[in-house]
């Protein structure tokens, strides 16, 4: 199958099919925030590895209207393709993320 065609196959799913056949299977959000939440290391080392959620712009603007949030309190560019460097972050990335706190949960 090609890109073009899986592409359109997604296009012609139904939101509303599609989340009852996930309910169906026993998944019901919460609202608990662990899918949010930075994951403990395999390797025991310690560290918290950040979470990474995507985040489309439409869905910034919506969370945005549930508090008093500025764009820049909702998203950060997406970390991959970004370096920090001695100026700061560098380099360029054209998706977003959650903002995640200290601790690498989303905020």
Known sequence: MSLEA???RARDLSVAELADAIESIGFECTRCGGCCK???PSDGDGGREEHTATVFPDEVRD???TGDYDWRDVPRP???GVEETADGPAGETFEWALQTD???DCT
């Open 6 to 8: 899986d592409l359109e």
């Open 38 to 40: 930075a994951v403990e």
């Open 63 to 65: 969370l945005q209207e």
């Open 78 to 80: 997406m970390p991959y």
């Open 102 to 104: 200290a601790c690498g």
